[in-house]
């Protein structure tokens, strides 16, 4: 059956989107109110009469997400959680755990089936799956950190002090994440987590040596630190924070951290003309405990992983929302003209 001429309404929202230099058609917005990408066409209007400037700029988001015959991937995220609804959260939280489950999958794990428990069976069970999640799996030199200090080195640029190991991606770190994921932090303990960092980080003594201290003055108050992990239970407890966590909780979380991604994209492109900007953020505490795992999330599957991780440390990890808030509004002012930067320290 043939669809039927657009409205007056879809017209007047094509209409405002083409005056900002975007086209849309009638096609994709009924399919978008079909995703709940969308609001209700009964909600595009003000009370004037006019398109909601809401909705317009959703769906330029959209238009742009979708660009050269992309998926709008973590694009309709954001507009789900912006939405903020029983039905918005409910698929939100699907597609979070669908993407949490990705990388096991493809591996070809299933996370229901692993084997639970302190037998010695159910432990050497677990260490061959986590072995067949490493299998074909390539560690690259370098990562995202390290690749920075390697360039400003060549080029005399002097950088921050590193906080953390050289390369996340270093096969003595994968290993026990990979065990982490498949069982959980018991079954790599703290001290196999610490020779790991020692295999990757000889120049990091000091902070490994803190980091003992610290675990060992918990121990003696009879707190357990790792039992504490987000990795406490592997992919396992990841999901479950997801799958329990507070509609409106969950829908701020994830408008936070595609938010922060977002902003961080935009510094990352104005980076290449100024460089200073990549200084602004290594100076800053969450360059380690965010843009290095996963605060840089692409168009596509990569980055809906990173905002699925993302959100899992938003919902669970200590004062960690209040960081990614903190620096939101430190990014907010990297941005901004230098003008408006003098202004706003007046």
């Known amino acids: 059956m043939p669809r039927t001429k657009p409205s007056r309404l879809e017209l007047a929202l094509i209409a405002e989107v083409d005056k900002y230099g975007y086209r849309v058609t009638a096609t994709q917005l009924e399919r978008w109110r079909q995703q709940l990408w969308l609001p209700r066409t009964k909600e595009w209007r ?23 015959g992309r998926s709008v991937s973590w694009a309709g995220w954001v507009c789900w959680a912006l939405a903020d609804t029983p039905d918005t959260a409910e ?19 299933d996370v229901e089936q692993v084997p639970s428990g302190d037998s010695d069976s159910a432990f050497e069970a677990r260490e061959a799956l986590a072995a067949q999640l490493l299998n074909n799996r390539r ?20 950088l921050p002090p590193t906080r953390s190991v050289p390369n996340l991606f270093h096969r003595a770190l994968t290993e026990p994440g990979a065990r982490m994921m ?33 675990h060992r003055e918990a121990e003696l108050a009879g707190v357990d630190l790792m039992a504490q992990s987000p990795m406490a239970d592997g992919l396992r407890g990841l999901m479950r924070e997801i799958e329990q966590a507070d509609d409106r909780l969950l829908c701020a979380a994830v408008r936070a951290c595609t938010k922060a991604s977002g902003t961080l994209a935009v510094l990352w492109t104005r980076a290449v003309q100024q460089p200073e900007l990549v200084h602004h953020l290594m100076s800053d505490v969450m360059w380690d405990q965010w843009v290095r795992v996963g605060g840089l999330a692409p168009n596509g599957a990569a980055g809906e992983v990173a905002i699925a991780i993302s959100t899992v440390q938003y919902l669970v990890i200590p004062g960690w929302a209040d960081d990614l808030h903190r620096f939101q509004a430190v990014m907010e002012t990297l941005i901004a003209p230098s003008g408006e930067r003098a202004s706003a320290r007046c």
Not at 97 to 107: I, Q
Not at 143 to 157: I, N, P, Q, S
Request: net charge positive.
């Open 182 to 214: 498949v069982g959980g932090a018991a079954d790599v303990g703290f001290e196999g987590l610490m020779e790991s960092w020692e295999a990757t980080w000889p120049e990091g003594k000091e902070t490994i040596k803190r980091m003992r201290t610290a």
């Open 46 to 68: 003000d009370p004037d009469g006019s398109v909601r400037s809401e909705v317009v700029h959703l769906t330029i988001g959209l238009v742009r997400a979708s660009g050269q």
């Open 139 to 158: 560690s690259p030199r370098r990562d995202l950190d390290g690749t920075l200090r390697e360039h400003a080195a060549k080029a005399g640029v002097e």
């Open 91 to 109: 698929r939100l939280r699907k597609a979070l755990l669908t993407s949490l489950r990705r990388p096991v999958e493809r591996a070809g794990l």
